[in-house]
Protein backbone atom coordinates (compact mmCIF):
# COMPACT_ATOMS: atom_id res chain seq x y z
CA UNK A 1 0.00 0.00 0.00
CA UNK A 2 1.62 3.20 -1.07
CA UNK A 3 0.60 6.01 1.83
CA UNK A 4 1.20 9.67 1.79
CA UNK A 5 0.62 11.72 4.38
CA UNK A 6 -0.56 15.10 4.24
CA UNK A 7 2.29 17.56 5.11
CA UNK A 8 4.75 14.98 3.41
CA UNK A 9 2.77 15.73 -0.18
CA UNK A 10 2.14 19.25 0.18
CA UNK A 11 5.70 19.70 0.48
CA UNK A 12 6.73 17.68 -2.17
CA UNK A 13 4.29 19.12 -4.95
CA UNK A 14 5.21 23.11 -3.78
CA UNK A 15 9.00 24.45 -4.84
CA UNK A 16 9.86 25.46 -0.97
CA UNK A 17 12.06 28.25 -0.42
CA UNK A 18 12.32 28.65 3.05
CA UNK A 19 14.39 31.36 4.41
CA UNK A 20 17.88 30.48 5.27
CA UNK A 21 17.69 32.25 8.83
CA UNK A 22 14.99 29.72 9.83
CA UNK A 23 15.35 27.08 11.62
CA UNK A 24 14.69 23.66 10.24
CA UNK A 25 14.24 22.23 13.35
CA UNK A 26 11.17 24.88 14.52
CA UNK A 27 7.82 23.49 13.81
CA UNK A 28 5.83 25.09 10.93
CA UNK A 29 2.37 25.74 10.47
CA UNK A 30 0.78 26.31 6.95
CA UNK A 31 -2.08 28.66 4.97
CA UNK A 32 -2.29 28.29 1.32
CA UNK A 33 -4.11 31.97 0.55
CA UNK A 34 -4.53 32.92 -3.22
CA UNK A 35 -2.88 36.36 -4.27
CA UNK A 36 -4.72 37.26 -6.70
CA UNK A 37 -8.32 36.13 -8.31
CA UNK A 38 -8.48 32.54 -9.88
CA UNK A 39 -8.88 31.96 -13.06
CA UNK A 40 -10.48 28.83 -14.23
CA UNK A 41 -10.80 27.13 -17.85
CA UNK A 42 -14.54 26.74 -17.38
CA UNK A 43 -15.17 30.44 -17.48
CA UNK A 44 -12.71 31.34 -20.56
CA UNK A 45 -14.49 29.98 -23.63
CA UNK A 46 -17.82 29.86 -24.90
CA UNK A 47 -19.33 26.22 -25.11
CA UNK A 48 -21.28 25.07 -28.11
CA UNK A 49 -23.67 22.20 -29.10
CA UNK A 50 -23.03 19.38 -30.68
CA UNK A 51 -25.97 16.76 -31.17
CA UNK A 52 -24.29 13.14 -31.50
CA UNK A 53 -27.28 12.06 -32.67
CA UNK A 54 -29.75 13.54 -35.06
CA UNK A 55 -32.92 13.44 -32.68
CA UNK A 56 -34.35 16.40 -31.72
CA UNK A 57 -33.49 17.77 -28.45
CA UNK A 58 -35.25 19.17 -25.48
CA UNK A 59 -34.18 20.45 -22.71
CA UNK A 60 -34.50 18.17 -19.72
CA UNK A 61 -35.77 19.64 -16.36
CA UNK A 62 -34.01 20.39 -13.75
CA UNK A 63 -32.88 18.37 -11.10
CA UNK A 64 -31.95 18.32 -7.71
CA UNK A 65 -27.96 17.26 -7.83
CA UNK A 66 -25.77 16.42 -4.98
CA UNK A 67 -24.46 20.13 -4.76
CA UNK A 68 -27.18 20.69 -2.71
CA UNK A 69 -26.91 19.31 1.01
CA UNK A 70 -30.71 19.98 2.10
CA UNK A 71 -30.75 17.18 4.14
CA UNK A 72 -29.16 15.46 7.15
CA UNK A 73 -28.21 12.66 4.61
CA UNK A 74 -25.20 11.51 3.15
CA UNK A 75 -24.43 14.13 0.53
CA UNK A 76 -21.15 14.48 -1.82
CA UNK A 77 -20.91 18.29 -2.38
CA UNK A 78 -22.31 21.46 -1.13
CA UNK A 79 -23.67 24.51 -2.92
CA UNK A 80 -21.37 25.52 -5.75
CA UNK A 81 -21.13 29.20 -3.80
CA UNK A 82 -20.17 27.81 -0.30
CA UNK A 83 -16.94 27.11 -0.34
CA UNK A 84 -14.34 29.93 -1.45
CA UNK A 85 -13.54 29.10 -5.59
CA UNK A 86 -10.15 26.56 -6.17
CA UNK A 87 -7.26 27.90 -6.87
CA UNK A 88 -6.48 28.20 -10.71
CA UNK A 89 -3.52 26.55 -12.24
CA UNK A 90 -0.60 29.16 -11.99
CA UNK A 91 -2.09 31.38 -9.07
CA UNK A 92 0.06 32.67 -6.59
CA UNK A 93 -0.25 31.14 -2.89
CA UNK A 94 1.54 32.58 0.38
CA UNK A 95 3.01 29.72 2.66
CA UNK A 96 2.81 31.15 6.30
CA UNK A 97 5.81 30.18 8.48
CA UNK A 98 5.99 30.02 12.10
CA UNK A 99 5.09 34.15 12.38
CA UNK A 100 8.21 34.89 9.45
CA UNK A 101 7.66 37.12 6.26
CA UNK A 102 5.59 34.61 3.46
CA UNK A 103 7.55 33.03 1.10
CA UNK A 104 5.68 33.85 -2.26
CA UNK A 105 4.77 30.10 -4.12
CA UNK A 106 3.16 28.98 -7.17
CA UNK A 107 0.18 26.95 -7.49
CA UNK A 108 2.17 23.38 -8.48
CA UNK A 109 0.03 21.98 -11.24
CA UNK A 110 1.91 24.00 -14.11
CA UNK A 111 5.21 22.43 -12.81
CA UNK A 112 3.67 19.01 -13.49
CA UNK A 113 4.71 19.21 -17.12
CA UNK A 114 8.09 20.13 -18.70
CA UNK A 115 7.23 22.60 -20.87
CA UNK A 116 4.59 25.46 -19.63
CA UNK A 117 1.57 25.94 -21.55
CA UNK A 118 -1.08 28.91 -22.03
CA UNK A 119 -4.42 26.59 -20.55
CA UNK A 120 -6.32 29.61 -21.76
CA UNK A 121 -6.36 27.43 -25.08
CA UNK A 122 -8.21 25.19 -23.86
CA UNK A 123 -11.64 24.98 -25.31
CA UNK A 124 -15.38 23.75 -24.19
CA UNK A 125 -17.77 22.48 -26.19
CA UNK A 126 -21.32 20.97 -25.00
CA UNK A 127 -21.90 17.62 -26.39
CA UNK A 128 -25.52 15.59 -26.37
CA UNK A 129 -24.98 11.91 -26.19
CA UNK A 130 -28.00 9.23 -26.75
CA UNK A 131 -27.54 6.40 -24.33
CA UNK A 132 -29.22 3.31 -25.00
CA UNK A 133 -32.59 3.83 -23.58
CA UNK A 134 -33.56 7.16 -25.40
CA UNK A 135 -31.90 9.40 -23.29
CA UNK A 136 -30.03 12.43 -23.98
CA UNK A 137 -26.72 12.72 -21.77
CA UNK A 138 -25.56 16.07 -21.69
CA UNK A 139 -21.59 16.87 -21.14
CA UNK A 140 -18.57 19.22 -21.66
CA UNK A 141 -15.37 18.10 -23.69
CA UNK A 142 -12.57 20.14 -22.74
CA UNK A 143 -10.14 19.71 -25.98
CA UNK A 144 -6.63 20.42 -24.45
CA UNK A 145 -4.29 18.99 -27.67
CA UNK A 146 -5.15 15.09 -26.71
CA UNK A 147 -6.59 12.83 -29.29
CA UNK A 148 -7.08 10.51 -26.40
CA UNK A 149 -9.49 11.24 -23.33
CA UNK A 150 -9.45 11.12 -20.13
CA UNK A 151 -13.53 10.75 -18.88
CA UNK A 152 -14.48 11.91 -15.63
CA UNK A 153 -17.95 10.66 -14.15
CA UNK A 154 -19.55 12.08 -11.01
CA UNK A 155 -21.01 10.66 -7.72
CA UNK A 156 -24.16 10.30 -6.42
CA UNK A 157 -26.86 13.00 -6.82
CA UNK A 158 -23.96 15.10 -8.43
CA UNK A 159 -22.73 16.67 -11.56
CA UNK A 160 -19.98 17.24 -14.29
CA UNK A 161 -20.19 20.26 -12.07
CA UNK A 162 -19.02 19.57 -8.56
CA UNK A 163 -15.62 20.64 -7.90
CA UNK A 164 -13.96 17.33 -7.43
CA UNK A 165 -14.56 16.67 -11.11
CA UNK A 166 -13.79 20.58 -12.31
CA UNK A 167 -10.85 20.76 -10.08
CA UNK A 168 -9.68 17.29 -11.43
CA UNK A 169 -10.25 18.66 -15.37
CA UNK A 170 -8.45 21.48 -14.32
CA UNK A 171 -5.23 19.70 -13.84
CA UNK A 172 -5.54 17.28 -16.48
CA UNK A 173 -5.58 19.81 -18.98
CA UNK A 174 -2.83 21.89 -17.74
CA UNK A 175 -0.84 18.53 -18.44
CA UNK A 176 -2.60 18.90 -22.29
CA UNK A 177 -4.63 15.99 -21.39
CA UNK A 178 -8.38 16.45 -23.54
CA UNK A 179 -11.21 15.30 -20.51
CA UNK A 180 -14.89 14.47 -21.45
CA UNK A 181 -17.28 15.11 -18.03
CA UNK A 182 -21.05 14.49 -17.83
CA UNK A 183 -24.11 13.82 -16.33
CA UNK A 184 -25.36 10.21 -15.99
CA UNK A 185 -29.17 9.75 -16.87
CA UNK A 186 -31.52 12.13 -14.04
CA UNK A 187 -28.89 13.64 -12.77
CA UNK A 188 -27.86 17.61 -13.51
CA UNK A 189 -28.53 18.34 -17.41
CA UNK A 190 -29.39 14.66 -18.51
CA UNK A 191 -32.52 13.64 -19.17
CA UNK A 192 -34.08 10.26 -17.33
CA UNK A 193 -35.34 9.78 -13.59
CA UNK A 194 -33.12 9.99 -10.64
CA UNK A 195 -32.70 6.30 -9.18
CA UNK A 196 -31.34 5.68 -6.09
CA UNK A 197 -29.88 2.32 -7.39
CA UNK A 198 -28.46 2.49 -11.11
CA UNK A 199 -25.08 1.17 -11.03
CA UNK A 200 -25.10 -0.89 -13.81
CA UNK A 201 -27.48 1.54 -16.01
CA UNK A 202 -25.17 4.49 -15.56
CA UNK A 203 -22.36 1.26 -16.77
CA UNK A 204 -24.43 1.23 -19.83
CA UNK A 205 -24.18 5.71 -19.72
CA UNK A 206 -20.23 5.45 -20.07
CA UNK A 207 -20.64 2.67 -22.24
CA UNK A 208 -22.71 5.11 -24.85
CA UNK A 209 -20.17 8.03 -23.98
CA UNK A 210 -16.93 5.48 -24.84
CA UNK A 211 -18.76 4.24 -27.83
CA UNK A 212 -19.60 7.94 -29.43
CA UNK A 213 -15.96 8.86 -28.86
CA UNK A 214 -14.71 5.58 -30.46
CA UNK A 215 -17.10 6.63 -33.68
CA UNK A 216 -14.98 10.12 -33.64
CA UNK A 217 -11.64 7.84 -34.09
CA UNK A 218 -11.18 9.37 -30.10
CA UNK A 219 -9.61 6.43 -27.63
CA UNK A 220 -10.07 6.46 -24.05
CA UNK A 221 -6.84 7.04 -22.25
CA UNK A 222 -8.60 6.10 -18.68
CA UNK A 223 -11.81 6.53 -16.85
CA UNK A 224 -12.08 8.16 -13.67
CA UNK A 225 -14.70 7.97 -11.05
CA UNK A 226 -15.68 9.99 -8.00
CA UNK A 227 -17.42 8.05 -4.73
CA UNK A 228 -20.25 6.22 -6.71
CA UNK A 229 -18.27 7.06 -9.77
CA UNK A 230 -16.00 4.77 -8.65
CA UNK A 231 -17.97 2.36 -8.31
CA UNK A 232 -19.14 2.59 -12.00
CA UNK A 233 -15.64 2.50 -13.43
CA UNK A 234 -15.05 -0.51 -11.83
CA UNK A 235 -18.29 -2.52 -12.94
CA UNK A 236 -17.62 -1.04 -15.83
CA UNK A 237 -14.29 -2.46 -16.52
CA UNK A 238 -15.82 -6.10 -15.50
CA UNK A 239 -17.79 -5.86 -18.04
CA UNK A 240 -16.30 -4.66 -20.83
CA UNK A 241 -12.74 -5.20 -21.38
CA UNK A 242 -11.39 -2.25 -23.58
CA UNK A 243 -10.12 0.07 -21.14
CA UNK A 244 -6.07 0.01 -19.98
CA UNK A 245 -6.31 2.42 -17.01
CA UNK A 246 -9.46 2.77 -14.34
CA UNK A 247 -8.91 4.97 -11.41
CA UNK A 248 -11.61 4.32 -8.51
CA UNK A 249 -11.52 7.35 -5.99
CA UNK A 250 -13.15 7.21 -2.65
CA UNK A 251 -15.72 4.46 -4.00
CA UNK A 252 -17.43 1.80 -2.02
CA UNK A 253 -16.89 -1.69 -1.66
CA UNK A 254 -19.62 -2.67 1.47
CA UNK A 255 -23.00 -1.47 -0.68
CA UNK A 256 -25.04 -2.44 2.48
CA UNK A 257 -23.22 0.17 3.95
CA UNK A 258 -24.20 3.99 4.51
CA UNK A 259 -28.15 3.21 4.07
CA UNK A 260 -29.24 3.70 7.17
CA UNK A 261 -27.58 7.10 7.26
CA UNK A 262 -29.68 8.16 4.34
CA UNK A 263 -32.80 6.10 4.95
CA UNK A 264 -32.86 5.68 8.55
CA UNK A 265 -32.60 2.59 10.91
CA UNK A 266 -36.03 0.89 9.64
CA UNK A 267 -35.55 1.13 6.20
CA UNK A 268 -36.61 -2.33 5.75
CA UNK A 269 -39.60 -2.19 7.31
CA UNK A 270 -40.46 0.63 5.64
CA UNK A 271 -39.68 -0.78 2.35
CA UNK A 272 -41.89 -3.67 3.08
CA UNK A 273 -44.92 -1.88 4.39
CA UNK A 274 -44.67 0.75 1.95
CA UNK A 275 -43.03 -0.31 -0.76
CA UNK A 276 -40.68 2.78 -1.26
CA UNK A 277 -39.41 5.27 1.19
CA UNK A 278 -39.30 9.27 0.04
CA UNK A 279 -35.83 11.25 1.28
CA UNK A 280 -36.89 14.78 2.11
CA UNK A 281 -34.85 17.93 3.30
CA UNK A 282 -34.69 19.87 5.97
CA UNK A 283 -38.14 21.76 5.09
CA UNK A 284 -39.79 18.82 3.97
CA UNK A 285 -39.72 18.74 0.28
CA UNK A 286 -39.44 15.21 -1.62
CA UNK A 287 -35.85 14.97 -3.22
CA UNK A 288 -36.00 11.63 -4.80
CA UNK A 289 -37.87 8.37 -3.83
CA UNK A 290 -36.18 5.21 -3.20
CA UNK A 291 -38.48 1.98 -4.40
CA UNK A 292 -37.51 -1.35 -3.46
CA UNK A 293 -36.31 -2.26 -6.97
CA UNK A 294 -33.85 0.61 -6.86
CA UNK A 295 -33.55 -0.64 -3.23
CA UNK A 296 -32.30 -4.40 -4.24
CA UNK A 297 -30.55 -2.71 -7.34
CA UNK A 298 -28.00 -0.80 -4.37
CA UNK A 299 -27.62 -4.22 -2.39
CA UNK A 300 -27.35 -6.59 -5.73
CA UNK A 301 -24.55 -4.38 -6.61
CA UNK A 302 -21.52 -7.30 -6.01
CA UNK A 303 -18.19 -5.25 -5.83
CA UNK A 304 -16.62 -8.44 -4.89
CA UNK A 305 -17.23 -10.46 -8.30
CA UNK A 306 -16.55 -7.16 -10.36
CA UNK A 307 -13.31 -6.63 -8.67
CA UNK A 308 -12.05 -10.30 -9.33
CA UNK A 309 -14.13 -9.82 -13.45
CA UNK A 310 -11.46 -6.99 -13.81
CA UNK A 311 -8.82 -8.36 -16.60
CA UNK A 312 -5.31 -8.16 -15.72
CA UNK A 313 -4.18 -6.30 -18.45
CA UNK A 314 -6.00 -3.65 -16.82
CA UNK A 315 -4.37 -1.08 -14.30
CA UNK A 316 -6.52 0.15 -11.86
CA UNK A 317 -5.67 2.85 -9.31
CA UNK A 318 -7.96 3.14 -5.62
CA UNK A 319 -7.24 6.87 -4.11
CA UNK A 320 -8.97 6.95 -0.88
CA UNK A 321 -9.01 9.67 1.87
CA UNK A 322 -8.00 8.32 5.24
CA UNK A 323 -10.60 10.81 6.93
CA UNK A 324 -13.51 10.20 4.34
CA UNK A 325 -16.83 10.41 6.77
CA UNK A 326 -18.96 9.04 3.86
CA UNK A 327 -17.28 6.02 2.49
CA UNK A 328 -14.53 4.38 5.33
CA UNK A 329 -11.04 4.25 3.88
CA UNK A 330 -11.27 0.15 4.76
CA UNK A 331 -13.20 -0.11 1.74
CA UNK A 332 -10.14 0.85 -0.54
CA UNK A 333 -7.98 -2.03 1.25
CA UNK A 334 -10.55 -4.27 0.04
CA UNK A 335 -10.19 -2.94 -3.45
CA UNK A 336 -6.43 -3.65 -3.89
CA UNK A 337 -6.87 -7.22 -2.16
CA UNK A 338 -8.75 -8.66 -4.83
CA UNK A 339 -8.17 -6.81 -7.98
CA UNK A 340 -4.92 -8.20 -9.72
CA UNK A 341 -3.40 -5.03 -11.21
CA UNK A 342 -4.21 -2.80 -8.89
CA UNK A 343 -2.08 0.09 -7.31
CA UNK A 344 -3.52 1.66 -3.57
CA UNK A 345 -3.15 5.52 -2.52
CA UNK A 346 -4.30 6.63 1.03
CA UNK A 347 -4.50 10.80 1.29
CA UNK A 348 -3.75 11.49 4.77
CA UNK A 349 -6.04 13.77 6.13
CA UNK A 350 -8.20 14.13 3.18
CA UNK A 351 -12.02 14.02 3.49
CA UNK A 352 -14.46 12.48 0.70
CA UNK A 353 -14.43 15.63 -1.16
CA UNK A 354 -10.53 16.20 -0.81
CA UNK A 355 -11.47 19.23 0.06
CA UNK A 356 -7.95 20.47 1.41
CA UNK A 357 -5.83 17.93 -0.69
CA UNK A 358 -7.24 18.57 -4.35
CA UNK A 359 -3.48 19.05 -4.86
CA UNK A 360 -2.25 15.45 -3.53
CA UNK A 361 -5.15 14.10 -5.59
CA UNK A 362 -4.08 15.67 -8.84
CA UNK A 363 -1.14 14.93 -8.61
CA UNK A 364 -1.69 10.97 -7.72
CA UNK A 365 -4.08 11.01 -10.36
CA UNK A 366 -1.70 12.34 -12.66
CA UNK A 367 1.29 10.64 -12.34
CA UNK A 368 -0.73 7.45 -12.94
CA UNK A 369 -2.35 8.95 -16.02
CA UNK A 370 1.33 9.28 -17.19
CA UNK A 371 2.77 6.16 -16.03
CA UNK A 372 3.72 3.09 -18.31
Known sequence: MAASSSLSATLSLLPLCIPSSLNP??????????????????????????????????SPPETLDGSESFTGFEV??????????????????????????????????????????????VSQQKLIIRNTFGENLEGILYEAGSTELVILCHGFRSSKKSKT??????????????????????????????QYGNYWREVEDLRAVILHFLRQKRGTRAIVGHSKGGNVVLLYASKYHDISKVINISGRFYMERGIEERLGKDFMHRINEEGFIDVRDKMGRIIYRVTEKSLMDRLGTDMHDACLS???????????????????????????????????????????????????????????????
Open 165 to 194: ILNLADALTVEKISVFCFDFAGNGDSEGSF
Open 76 to 121: EEKFEGSEPSPLAAGDDVKLFSGGGSPVLLRRPFPQLHSFPHEISS
Open 25 to 58: KHSLSFSLQPSKPPTSIRSRAPSSVVAAAPEALH
Open 310 to 372: IDQDCRVLTIHGSEDEIVPSEDALEFAKLITNHKLHIIEGADHRYLSHEFQLANVLLEFIRSN
